[in-house]
């Protein structure tokens, strides 16, 4: 492989535009050598935007034997078609989430990088938060006790609006809030206390996207636990984790820079603030750049990528649990006004 990694950005919508183009380009270890979508204006305004001269192309199979890898950010849909088209080339790919619109599709995916010897790297960009890091070491490690309930929510009137507008589409988008919203949050369930063992689920949808639903997780290891996860488009909620224990009251907000905070038990008045000691970590740049350098770092054998592709499809698999046992959300639970 050459010293910089040749990277092709396949998707040419607001993602890329705002997230992985300007972190690529701020990676000394990836050369962006591609734009790819089948809107060649999109693709030459970002080109112009950026002050690059990448090849231009609307079908990853132009670029396929000029990159080393790519970023795949388009509708959820066509996930499995690009990935595979570049595994099969032996070109490893960062995923947008969700990984693909089924977990056969999943399964196909992580097939052709086997067989290719290629990198799936599910772009689940909150794992490189460094407070979720924290908070995952700080469960793995006892430090607040036995975790006895968890409460996630996220809500927005409205929000992301994509240029292809796929997320409109059951078909495009493989379902509404819980595939747009919550599948971070699910990744991030994963990454915590591994597969739910029993879910339930319920959303709004009548034959569309989903515009608000809430999930419910139990946990049977050791004393077992519940959690409940709540998402809507409709209604503004403020997003976070709060997570009870034996010890403590944990509480994390749903940004990059979010405080982790405890409040013990015995001393409900007190607020302890947990960070890391490690200040590379906490002063380390941005998400996607952090996502974008592990990515060039895997695709060059330096480490393994820190989001296993087995977890996406962990997620792939939750998602269908949870559509699978679909109960209709008929409650007016946030309150919204007449």
Request: proline letters at 6%; glycine letters at 8%; a negative charge.
């Amino acid at each position: 492989m050459p010293t910089k990694l040749r990277l092709a950005l396949v998707g040419g919508g607001l993602i890329t535009e705002s997230a992985h183009l300007p972190s690529a380009l701020g990676c000394a270890d990836v050369d962006v050598v591609a734009l790819v979508d089948p809107v060649r204006p999109r693709i030459e305004r970002l080109a112009s935007s950026f002050a690059i001269r990448p090849k231009l192309a609307a079908d990853v199979d132009e670029v396929l034997d000029d990159i080393d890898a790519a970023v795949i950010a388009t509708p959820n849909h066509t996930h499995a078609r690009i990935a595979i088209a570049c595994l099969e080339r032996g070109v490893s790919v960062l995923v947008e989430k969700p990984l693909a619109s089924s977990v056969a599709e999943g399964r196909a995916i992580l097939d052709a990088a086997a067989r290719n010897s290629a990198i799936v790297a599910p772009a689940y960009v909150t794992r490189f938060r460094p407070n979720v890091r924290l908070l995952q070491h700080l469960l793995r490690t006892g430090y607040f006790g036995a975790v006895r309930k968890f409460v996630h929510q996220f809500g927005t009137r409205g929000g992301w609006a994509p240029l292809s507008a796929y997320n409109l589409s059951k078909a495009t988008a493989g379902g509404g809030v819980l595939v747009v919203t919550a599948t971070h949050f699910l990744d991030r369930m994963i990454y915590f206390w591994g597969r739910p063992d029993e879910v339930e689920y319920q959303d709004d949808s009548r034959g569309g996207p989903e515009a608000n639903c809430i999930a419910r997780f139990r946990y049977l290891q050791g004393a077992g636990f519940e959690g409940e996860a709540r998402y809507s488009k409709t209604s503004a909620m403020p997003a976070g984790l709060v997570i009870e224990t034996e010890r403590c009251t944990v509480v994390l907000g749903d940004t990059d820079d979010a405080e982790l905070t405890c409040r013990a038990r015995e001393r409900p008045e007190i607020v302890e603030v947990l960070r890391s000691a490690d200040r590379a970590a906490a002063d380390s740049p941005s998400t996607f750049v952090r996502q974008i350098e592990a990515f060039a770092a895997a695709c060059r054998g330096d480490a393994a990528f820190p989001v296993p592709s087995g977890d996406a499809l962990t997620s792939l698999e939750l998602l269908e649990r949870l559509y699978a046992c679909r109960q209709p959300l008929t409650d007016d639970w946030y309150g919204a006004p007449s």
